[in-house]
C-alpha cells in the first residue's frame, strides 16, 4: 500500500497568509528590523489549523523564508532569519534591511515558485 499523500499546496498556502501578515506588520511598523509574533496569533492566523501552527509550522517557513524583494543588489530574501521561540510562544523574524527598504519603496515581493520547491 502506498501512501503518496502530501500537504505541499496547504504549506504555499499558510506561507503566503503568514507573509501576508508580516506585510501588514510591516505597513503599521514602518521602523521595524524585526518582528515577534506570539505563536497563537498564528494559530488563529492559519484558522485554529493545530498542525499548522506547531509541527509543520516549520515547513511553512521554509517557504516564508524564499519570499524576495527585487533591489539593486539583485532579488535578495525579506526575512534574514527565522526562530520558533517554544518556551516564549513567539515567532521571532529578523528582516533583510536591504529588502525591507524596498519593500516600504513600493516593491513587490517575489513568491517562490511552488512547482520546483522541495
Do not use: C
Not at 515567532?91 to 513568491?111: H, M, P, T
Amino acid at each position: 500500500m502506498s501512501l503518496d499523500y502530501t500537504h505541499e499546496s496547504e504549506y504555499f498556502f499558510f506561507a503566503q497568509l503568514l507573509v501576508r501578515h508580516v506585510e501588514r506588520y510591516i505597513e503599521k511598523h514602518p521602523d521595524a528590523r524585526d518582528a515577534i509574533f506570539d505563536l497563537r496569533d498564528i494559530y488563529d492566523l492559519f484558522r485554529q489549523d493545530f498542525a499548522s501552527a506547531t509541527t509543520n509550522l516549520e515547513a511553512i517557513l521554509n517557504i516564508v523564508d524564499e519570499y524576495k524583494v527585487e533591489t539593486l543588489n539583485g532579488d535578495q530574501k525579506l526575512i534574514s532569519h527565522y526562530a520558533i521561540d517554544a518556551k516564549n510562544n513567539s515567532l521571532l523574524l529578523d528582516f533583510n534591511a536591504d529588502a525591507l527598504d524596498n519593500l516600504k519603496q513600493g516593491k513587490k515581493l517575489i513568491e517562490p515558485d511552488a512547482t520546483s520547491h522541495e
